[in-house]
């Protein structure tokens, strides 16, 4: 279902009507976890001078430590619900468990799959059972072809708006937190038809490395980036070495603005 060889051509996925994919370059960004009230707005703010057209946000975190925050959960995925309205922004938020699929579907208008359960097999299909695009990350232990595979568990429950994300695999590297595999862009997309983005902020780990790696990923054809921002990076309760500040906001906005679409 998700293969090029059964479906010429390239799909545009349309999440609460912003395409992505075709001839476009959809930013996405936002905070990586939603904290408060106050700064998820002005990460949106942020966000949407950046050029982002669809705000990002957990309200389920996937640590790597059961110690670190973990989320605010239903309360967060309200105050992502209170921001959509305030600043005309869809919202992609990760779903972590099966269980959560319809709750997390009624306030988000895309789900996001993050990269420990690419293949959660269980997930993936509810996911595919939720009528929300998915957001699907590799794996940072998955090949090309394991990763359309979990793909095709979203596809066969008849969900097809599934928007596949690059975001660093584990290699031997440790001046990197994972390695982007840009390669993997052109790739998947020979390989599918679904659109494919690039988490420059996951993948690298560190906030130097989000604007180079976001023109790789433009110049290597990939159908737009998901970027962390965050008002506060120095109190951001996850991941703030790698939150876009001030100055590299309006450099993501340049960086986009110039492979903004031609027609
Ligand atoms: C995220 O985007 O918030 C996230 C946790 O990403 P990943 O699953 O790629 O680590």
Redesign the pocket.
Same mark, same amino acid.
């Given at each position: 279902l998700v293969s090029s060889e059964h479906h010429p051509g390239r799909s545009t996925v349309r999440v609460a009507g912003v395409p992505v994919g075709g001839d476009n370059m959809t930013v996405i960004a936002g905070p990586?976890a939603v904290e408060t009230p106050e700064q998820t707005l002005e990460a949106a703010r942020m966000a949407r001078a950046a050029g982002a057209s669809l705000l %990002?946000g957990?309200a389920y975190?996937?640590r790597t430590s059961p110690y670190a925050f973990q989320g605010l959960g239903e309360t967060g995925l309200k105050i992502l619900a209170d921001v959509r309205a305030e600043t005309g922004m869809p919202v992609v938020t990760?779903v972590v468990d099966a269980a959560d699929v319809d709750l997390v579907a009624d306030y988000a208008d895309m789900l996001?799959i993050?990269?420990?359960n690419m293949q959660n097999f269980a997930l993936l299909q509810a996911a595919g059972e939720a009528g929300r695009p998915v957001l699907l990350?590799r794996g940072?232990n998955a090949t090309i072809e394991e990763w359309l595979m979990a793909a095709e568990y979203i596809a066969q429950r008849g969900n097809l708006d599934i928007v596949l994300?690059e %975001?660093g695999i584990r290699t031997f590297e440790k001046a990197t937190r994972n390695t982007l595999d840009i390669s993997a862009v052109p790739v998947a997309q020979s390989l599918s038809h679904l659109p494919v983005i690039v988490?420059p902020s996951?993948s690298g780990g560190k906030r130097d490395l989000v604007l180079p790696l976001s023109r790789a990923a433009i110049a290597v054809g990939a159908d737009g980036v998901?970027v962390d921002v965050h008002p506060a990076p120095e109190t951001a309760l996850c991941d703030g070495p790698q939150a876009l500040v001030g100055d590299d906001i309006g450099e993501l906005a340049g960086i986009a603005a110039t492979f903004a679409p031609l027609v």
């Open positions: 990586c %990002r957990g975190k996937p990760e996001q993050g990269t420990r990350k940072m994300c %975001r988490d996951h998901i």
